[in-house]
């Protein structure tokens, strides 16, 4: 799924992006978790992370796991801090109004499949 | 390459920096070739290493060591200590408070991520602190 139709599924605003073309990345798979020590021990591979946390460590978590996209949920707003490492780290950021529960469920229904675990 | 050995100071409660020595360690273990999955696997000991010293300690250190065939990752603390080591290793058991709480942690999945992403796991404990070994085959 690119990055266009994720925007567009959940009624998402891009909140910054390392890539001009939006259609340059291609996600398969996703990771729906608000604890991060959860995605440190489940995300196995190449995936969107779908996350309310708006914490600096759920992009040091996701740096870590080379996570380069991530949706945060529930309308949460993403502070200057997070934007600069988000900048920094090469990171495409999302935000929407829907919960994780909702942005899960669109997307799967896409075709955005869950990683097994 | 020689060996080579790192020492990285970790501070308690420094949630702002949390993460920074394991993205140092991940950049530089990049920088010298380490394949992809390897790298993956050391940093997240070392990135839940780093979170607990933050979170549980009174500070510590972090101490890489890259040799021939083996990397060694080393994560030295100067207490409380953990009272029930087995108890800690379990899945979902965490004395987390409620700061660590905020920030994602507290899952109870630190030390057996830990373990689980080693080959070699060593782990001791006293009121003075705790030692945690961790080993990778190159």
Redesign the interface.
Known sequence: MKINEILNLIKGKLVTSPCENLNENVYLKAFAC????????FVNENCVLI?G?T????L??A????IDCIIFARGKNINQEMLDFAIRNNMILITTNYTVYEVSGILYNNGLEGLRI | MNDVRFEFEVYSED??Q??SV??DI?KYLHQIGIN?KLI?KI??CS??AE?NIIIHSLGGNLILEIKQDLILLISSDKGPGIKDITLALTAGYSTAGSKAR?????????L??MK?NSDLFEITSCPNGTNIKMSYYI
């Open positions: 608000d604890l991060m020590s959860d995605c440190l021990a996350t946390l914490h600096p460590q759920a040091r978590t740096e870590m796991l080379d | 949630y702002v949390g993460g394991s993205s991940k992809q993956r940093v997240i990135y839940e979170m905020e920030m994602g942690f507290g899952a109870g999945m630190g057996p991520n689980k």
